[in-house]
């Protein structure tokens, strides 16, 4: 295994962190695309979804519960982001600073995992997005997690 961000946390990881249960670290994700963004990653080191016991499974299922209502609460996530920025990652500064005008309560979700490469995996450690959405974030929101390949995301044939 290669040196991994979330099996080694560096400073920046270390000050996304919110909260840990039996088999997750949640954190804020330090290079936010929206206000909230979080990532729940296993403590064992697993690249793919089906490694996770069911026992894992279980407890994701309520991690992903409790991202939700952390985001939902918002005064929690303000105050990590400032722990993140006293870490002084440049471009996490630069995301976090855009992120933080537009705190306000959530209209949705978007709950994804890549696997792979060509999934767009940067990171060999699993880990979930749970990637608060708020109205009018893009033009077009609908076919959500479908627009990672934007030609196909319209599947009603109502945007052409």
């Not at 330090?30 to 894992?56: A, S, T």
């Not at 952390?70 to 400032?82: D, F, G, I, L």
Request: net charge negative; aromatic share 6%.
């Amino acid at each position: 295994m290669s040196e991994c961000v979330f099996c080694d946390p560096n400073e920046v990881t270390e000050s996304a962190k919110l909260r840990e249960s039996k088999y997750f670290k949640l954190i804020l994700d330090p290079f936010p695309v929206n206000f909230g963004h979080l990532l729940i990653i296993p403590d064992r080191h697993v690249q793919k979804v089906d490694e996770l016991c069911n026992d894992e499974m279980q407890n994701l299922r309520e991690m992903i519960k409790d991202a939700k209502a952390t985001v939902e609460k918002h005064e929690e996530v303000r105050q990590q982001y400032s722990s993140i920025l006293k870490a002084g990652n440049r471009k996490s500064e630069d995301m976090i600073k855009g992120v933080i005008e537009e705190e306000k309560a959530p209209d949705g979700f978007n709950i994804g995992i890549n696997e792979g490469e060509e999934a767009g995996q940067t990171i060999e450690h699993l880990h979930t997005h749970v990637i608060p959405r708020y109205e009018g974030d893009v033009e077009c929101p609908e076919g959500g997690i479908r627009n990672v390949i934007p030609e196909k995301a319209d599947y009603t044939g109502e945007g052409e």
